[in-house]
């Protein structure tokens, strides 16, 4: 006899494949067994059993935000536990069941406060999950600053990275460094003994020092196209060492401003799938009702994403990971490869293997969608939810 959650009547998108007309049996807070609709009939349940009949319906991995400044007027800039905790619980609603907050390039002692803040909110969530935190600096290009500030940024400085790692009480998942700058391998070698998976972005670097990087084995590039050198016929640059090397891989905004949907469609004939994270790299004010929007203590307005108001530059995207998976279906790509690029492939690429798949032995993290892409159910670890209310089914 078996007990748990049962969804049934699915379509199971199961970050390798898909399976029709099949059910999904979820004991606590991991995924039991994966089987067709004829062996659901004949299956013996306990009287407790929730069952969730799919209709027909999508079933797939939670999605995986791995670059997330904020959501719904709260952000990782406000260095507050209970804003990272509201962040966690408006992303219930856009099918994220974790995320990694990510925090700006700021002085040392902004950067540890927003560091304690990620620390003490993990493991209060009501929503999603906190899987650790990405640092988008300090270590980054003052040629590529994009709207992050020139007095936040610092040389590398091993001693200060330890102060950070030591805060973080082992929390720190991702970092965006910019390969060229002196004693960056130092600092790999340091981030890699530690397991923290850096990434390539706010960078200048030249196609060669962008190889020596991957040398160092920085092997992820964060949002790609923005803030970094331009692919050119002389030097590939950052650009042109994602389209040249596969092992790199590489975040996409998909919210049709920072990447022309046609270079993103390019970029997939040129990459494997399995190397394309879709991130929304959103800022506090996304879907904000507030009317004055801030973004890292700067005033931006919202044209479909972005932009700081000072002068007019794109500051971040207004995205949502439902919106981001929407946009990748109506660019051409099926829901299973999308699946792959907001679940599976960002689980894998940050060493969450216990995430992003559906098949016996992983974490319930679920979402159910139409076939519309309408968000019908989030599940997190065995807990139900819809519109992003806590139900029991």
Not at 98 to 117: C, D, H, R, V, W
Not at 296 to 310: P, T
């Amino acid at each position: 006899m078996v007990a748990g959650i049962c969804i049934h009547n699915a379509t199971v998108f199961n970050g390798y494949s898909t399976m029709r007309n099949c059910a999904v049996l979820i004991k606590q807070n991991k995924i039991i067994d994966v089987f067709n609709e004829e062996r659901f009939l004949k299956k013996e349940f306990k009287a407790d059993t929730q069952f969730i009949d799919a209709k027909g319906a999508f079933v797939a991995p939670g999605f995986i935000d791995t670059h997330i400044h904020g959501i719904g007027g709260f952000g990782t800039e406000d260095c507050s536990p209970d804003s990272i905790l509201k962040m966690s619980e408006n992303l219930l609603q856009y099918g994220v069941t974790s995320f990694i907050p990510t925090l700006y390039s700021a002085p040392k002692e902004k950067m540890l406060q927003g560091i304690n803040a990620v620390v003490a909110a993990m493991g209060k969530e009501k929503g999603a999950r906190i899987l650790g935190m990405h640092l988008e600096g300090p270590f980054i290009s003052p040629e590529r600053l994009g709207v992050q500030s020139a007095d936040s940024i610092s040389p590398v400085d091993l001693n200060l990275m330890e102060e950070f790692w030591e805060a973080s009480s082992g929390h720190i998942i991702n970092m965006t460094v910019a390969p060229e700058l002196k004693h960056m391998r130092e600092l790999a070698l340091f981030c890699l003994s530690k397991g923290i998976v850096l990434q390539a972005g706010h960078t200048n670097a030249t196609y060669k020092q962008m190889i020596e990087g991957m040398q160092a084995r920085i092997m992820h590039v964060t949002h790609l196209f923005n803030a970094m050198s331009r692919m050119h016929h002389r030097d590939p640059g950052v650009v042109g060492a994602v389209f040249i090397h596969p092992e790199l891989s590489c975040e996409v905004i998909a919210d049709g401003i920072h990447i022309n949907p046609e270079i993103i469609k390019f970029l997939l004939t040129c990459k494997s799938l399995d190397k394309v994270v879709l991130v929304t790299d959103a800022l506090k004010p996304t879907k904000q009702k507030k009317k004055k929007l801030l973004a890292n203590g700067e005033e931006v307005y919202l044209d479909k994403c972005f932009y700081r108001k000072s002068d007019n530059a794109i500051a971040g995207s207004a995205l949502t990971m439902l919106d981001s998976v929407r946009n990748i279906v109506s660019y051409g790509f099926n829901f299973e490869q999308t699946v792959r690029m907001a679940s599976t492939n960002p689980a894998r690429i940050m060493k969450k293997d216990h995430l992003g798949v559906i098949a016996p032995g992983y974490e319930a993290d679920i979402v159910i969608l139409n076939e519309k892409l309408k968000l019908l159910y989030t599940i997190i670890q065995g807990k139900i939810f819809q519109k992003g209310k806590k139900l029991c089914v």
